[in-house]
């Protein structure tokens, strides 16, 4: 069963596989569809698809095992072709088929029927036959099945992070919109209950008109209470404020809040923010001043709110304040609040501070003017730390095991089988056989390597073979033969590879 054609079977099988997964590829034409990649219009050809795919993962298992046996079981010259070839194999294997439990199956059952094959060859020894399924099996099979496996792991790794990526951001950006609505809807509402309010002042207390002004107050109240408890559901925590409505600046602000009856003492110290880098700082600002006008128009509807802008220096500076009537208001579940400005804020380099007394409500807001969006810093998952770890270090261990596991069996082997030259020379013809004992310890084989050139030995005779090794680095093929009459040394012979 070791012989040259075991490439060839090996060649021919790949080259059929290869064939039959294309034929069944190209006969196949399929419409793009987003999801399934290739599908059409009837059933049968997604059931061919499927078939398809589990017809060339069926190919890359039998190729596997097929790797996993011949491999160990093939000579000196078939190896030279074979193990590449197979290492190739094992390694399209590995990136493509996707059941862990097949492939180790496929290993499995190459390995066994190499282990059976040698264990009947009668030319090897037990040490040899160890040799044999641990480097052809690990090295050639096993290890670039892994490796393709690894990197089939890690493109799937990247595009389904990649596809997280995508939908993280756009869950984001949907609640940040859905904030920013509700912050502004929000504001409308407080306004409107405000001016209702100051409708429901100037009419008759008991008249129908001061009735339903009082209703479209109370539901104004209850619209805002809801808008709080919806986006309570898309708020995540720690998650910034969004910004204000793209060319809305906080003049313009004011004015809307005055139109529908606030009032507002509103001064401005320096200059309007005219640069480009400016649009972001002045945002920020104006959704701190959007969301203390509408806690003002809420919980303080015909007060006084003072507003205050300085952008003189490098900070620029928000300080709202209003008077407090009636008890603290309590914190409404889902709101963004002072919590989200102040993380807006931080994250755009500024601050923002409160101050709360009996009499008044103070917040004060700064940022530089200068500021702008911070870089996003790189988040390593500690999962994907972890798998590209794994997925380094298992293929170096293997490695580390392997050689470790050859540099044993290569020590074995050469306490059991070799004999060093000096000590070959020490051997005299007529020695017994406790004299030879004490100059050669090691067991030595019953039989020559297949390679050697052996003439014919003595009659009678009963040798020994010994590899002829100067250390465990000494790769050479020279054998020693010792042969025996009724324990006496009679031969001693130095043997060659043939050719």
């Known amino acids: 069963m070791r012989s040259w054609c075991a490439p060839w079977v090996l060649l021919s ?123 052809g099996l690990v090295l050639f099979a096993l290890l670039p099945w892994w490796a393709g496996r690894a990197r089939r792991n890690a493109v799937l790794f990247r595009s389904q992070e990649r596809r ?168 409404r579940p889902g709101a963004t609040g002072i919590a989200s400005l102040r993380g807006a804020l931080e994250a755009a380099g500024g601050s923002l501070a409160v101050h709360r007394t009996r009499e008044r409500f103070e917040l004060r807001a700064c940022i530089a003017q200068s500021s702008s969006p911070p870089a996003p810093a790189g988040v390593h998952s500690p999962v994907k730390r972890a798998s590209t770890s794994m997925l380094v270090l298992l293929p170096v261990l293997a490695v580390t095991v392997i050689a470790a596991a050859l540099l044993l069996l290569q020590h074995a082997t050469y306490q059991a089988t070799a004999l060093h030259p000096s000590e070959y020379q020490k051997l005299k013809v007529g020695m017994d056989s406790g004299e030879v004992a004490s100059l050669v310890r090691a067991p030595g084989l019953d039989e020559p390597l297949p390679v050697i050139d052996e003439p014919a030995p003595p009659e009678n005779a009963q040798c020994r073979y010994y590899a002829a090794r100067t250390g465990l680095l000494d790769l050479g093929s020279e054998m020693f033969r010792l042969c025996f009459t009724d324990d006496v040394l009679v031969s001693t012979d130095h043997l060659y590879p043939a050719g």
């Open 164 to 331: 997280h990526v995508v939908v993280q951001a756009e869950l984001r950006e949907r609640a940040r919109i859905a904030e920013a609505m509700h912050d502004q809807l929000g504001h409308d509402l407080a306004l409107l209950a405000l001016s209702t309010g100051g409708l429901q002042v100037s009419l008759e207390k008991g008249t129908e008109a001061y009735a339903q002004a009082a209703r479209i107050r109370e539901q104004a109240d209850e619209s805002i209470e809801h808008l709080h408890q919806i986006i309570g559901v898309l708020h995540e925590d720690g998650e910034q404020a969004p910004l204000g409505p793209a060319g809305s600046s906080l003049e313009q602000l004011v004015e809307q809040a005055r139109a529908k009856g606030m009032k507002i003492n509103f001064t401005r110290q320096g200059p309007s923010p005219q640069a480009p880098g400016s649009i972001r700082w002045a945002a920020v600002l104006r959704q701190v001043a959007q969301e203390a006008l509408t806690n003002a128009a809420k919980y303080a509807p015909h007060a006084e709110v003072d507003l205050e802008l300085d952008t003189r220096s490098e900070q620029a500076a928000l300080r709202i304040s209003n008077p407090l009537h009636g008890p603290v208001p309590p914190v």
């Open 13 to 135: 099988t790949l080259g059929f596989a290869a064939a039959a997964a294309h034929r069944l590829e190209v006969c196949i034409p399929l419409a793009p569809n987003p999801y399934l990649g290739r599908c059409s219009a009837a059933p049968s050809l997604s059931s061919m698809l499927f078939m398809t795919t589990s017809w060339k993962q069926l190919v890359l298992l039998l190729l596997l095992a097929l790797c996993a046996y011949l491999v160990p079981i093939s000579t000196n010259g078939a190896w030279v072709v074979l193990a590449p070839l197979a290492a190739v194999c094992s390694y399209l294997a590995g990136r493509h088929v996707s059941s862990l439990a097949h492939g180790l199956l496929a290993l499995g059952a190459g390995t066994l029927a190499a282990g059976v094959t040698l264990a009947l060859s009668s030319h090897l020894s037990l040490l040899t036959f160890a040799l044999n399924i641990l480097t």
